[in-house]
């Protein structure tokens, strides 16, 4: 590895130290309180920096969560920006998947209040990114919500859903067809910027991390929405795929939930689904994580532990999220590790 790459993986190991750790779960999952949990976070980890300036007896669940996404943003604003220095443009990749993120979140939030601190965002971010959190926030439909997307690169992405009269039933749709977008210009990145062993690891996980999502996708559609066929017309379909031709035919055929899994244990991912997960999510958000930590520490690939570390801290706070709303309906400790998933702390 070249200077820059070698500075690349050491801020990443950097950062990944900072993480929570077992003990810091086990404290976390013993408190009863939002209050006791922002104290906590405040004086024993990493988050210190950003929740110093706040008092806790006025702190809403609400600000709390924006206060979190906040600390991800700026810690990933840093390797953008130092990604961009060194004139790797793959940093575009975490500044347009934060903007998909942002649209849909708004879409599985319509009409709710406008919290304006969740949709700051860095300046690396803003100048780049083309659409509004707090616009969209204030649609109160989806014919509202397009509108808010209008002269966007995105609008023209989801206007075959429009014409199609899917109206996002599932979302799964809206959410595929976007990162489907993303997936194909970090790809074409990639290839720009990387050649051979390099180029192929990293494209190795981005499949991986697609292809996950895929499953999960295919899955909740046929559990919650067994009448829409969206996962038979190829909508579905990732841009970005490890899966076969066979693959896709298999999912295709599929009449149920379980079908699907049978299909994936028939594909290349067949290693990692040797059970029936009893919850889809949690159990490919296990998957994805092992597999993200194991590339931090062994990777020598600077681009893979970047990415992999983006996800690994997105789920860090995710899992703080779970346990605010745990403490809040009076889930015992138990009960709300069941629904972290922390992977090697």
């Not at 499953?215 to 579905?236: A, H, M, Q, W």
């Amino acid at each position: 590895m070249n200077y820059s790459e070698n500075a690349v993986t050491a801020k990443v190991h950097a950062l990944f130290a900072k993480r929570l750790t077992n003990e810091d779960y086990a404290n976390l999952l013993s408190f009863h309180s939002n209050e006791e949990i922002f104290s906590y976070l405040r004086s024993e980890t990493s988050y210190a920096e950003y929740l110093d300036v706040l008092p806790s007896v006025t702190l809403s669940r609400s600000r709390f969560e924006a206060v979190l996404h906040k600390s991800l943003l700026d810690r990933k604003a840093s390797l953008c920006r130092f990604q961009k220095l060194i004139g790797d443009d793959t940093y575009r990749y975490f500044i347009k998947k934060d903007e998909i993120d942002t649209i849909l979140y708004c879409a599985r939030h319509l009409d709710t209040e406008i919290i304006s601190d969740l949709f700051a965002r860095p300046p690396v971010y803003t100048r780049e990114q083309c659409v509004s959190g707090e616009e969209l926030q204030k649609a109160t439909s989806f014919d509202e919500f397009t509108a808010v997307l209008s002269g966007t690169p995105y609008k023209k992405l989801i206007d075959p859903l429009i014409s199609s009269g899917d109206k996002y039933k599932s979302l799964a749709a809206l959410e595929r067809v976007l990162y489907n977008s993303l997936y194909s210009d970090v790809k074409k990145a990639i290839c720009r910027k990387y050649k051979g062993k390099i180029q192929k690891e990293i494209l190795s996980y981005i499949k991986f991390t697609s292809d996950m999502s895929v499953i999960s996708s295919l899955y909740r559609l046929l559990c919650n929405y067994p009448d829409d066929k969206n996962y038979k017309t190829g909508i579905l379909r990732p841009s970005v795929t490890t899966f076969t031709a066979k693959d896709f035919r298999n999912f295709a055929e599929a009449q149920s939930a379980e079908d699907i899994l049978k299909a994936v244990k028939r594909s290349v991912y067949g290693k990692y689904f040797d059970k029936a997960p009893e919850n889809i999510d949690l159990y490919i958000r296990r998957i994805i994580i092992e597999k993200s930590i194991k590339n931090i520490r062994y990777s020598q690939n600077p681009i893979v532990s970047l990415f992999s570390y983006e996800t690994v801290m997105k789920n860090e706070i995710t899992n703080i999220i779970h346990i605010i709303e745990g403490v809040k309906y009076g889930l015992s400790p138990e009960q709300i590790s069941d629904i972290i998933v922390k992977g090697g702390c």
